[in-house]
């Protein structure tokens, strides 16, 4: 059983948007974890891009802030990232992750979904 399970990818033309949801299976609730979206464009290593912790408090890497935007349903256990004006260097694989660990918990955890593909082109 995959933990997560990302959804929303697909093919956009420059300047337009993608909203993407992240599922957890099981007994992962996203509160309880830091929660991040990471992306991989081919030949390049993966990037964090956006995180949320499990107090709200969410960041984003320089290249994407004022574009994207990073969010956590509580009640439907759902972590989604809105993607605006979006550029070909963009493209990637996108995934969710959630993680915990020492000091906030007593062992590290961390699950991946199988991720989305984001391809921005015209």
């Known amino acids: 059983q995959v933990p997560l399970v990302e959804s929303g990818g697909g093919l956009v033309q420059p300047g337009g948007s993608l909203r993407l949801s992240c599922a957890a299976s099981?007994?992962?609730?996203?509160?309880?974890?830091?929660t991040g979206w990471h992306r991989q464009a081919p030949g390049k290593q993966r990037e964090l891009v956006a995180t949320?912790?499990?107090?709200?408090?969410?960041n984003y890497v320089d290249s994407v802030k004022g574009r994207f935007t990073m969010s956590r349903d509580n009640a439907k256990n759902m972590v989604y990232l809105q993607m605006n004006r979006l550029k070909p260097e963009d493209t990637a694989v996108y995934y969710c992750?959630?993680?915990?660990?020492?000091?906030?918990?007593?062992?590290?955890?961390?699950?991946w979904g199988q991720g989305t593909q984001v391809t921005v082109s015209s």
């Open positions: 992750n959630a993680y915990r660990g020492p000091p906030f918990f007593y062992r590290e955890q961390s699950y």
């Open positions: 949320i912790t499990k107090d709200g408090q969410i």
């Open positions: 099981g007994s992962i609730i996203f509160s309880s974890y830091a």
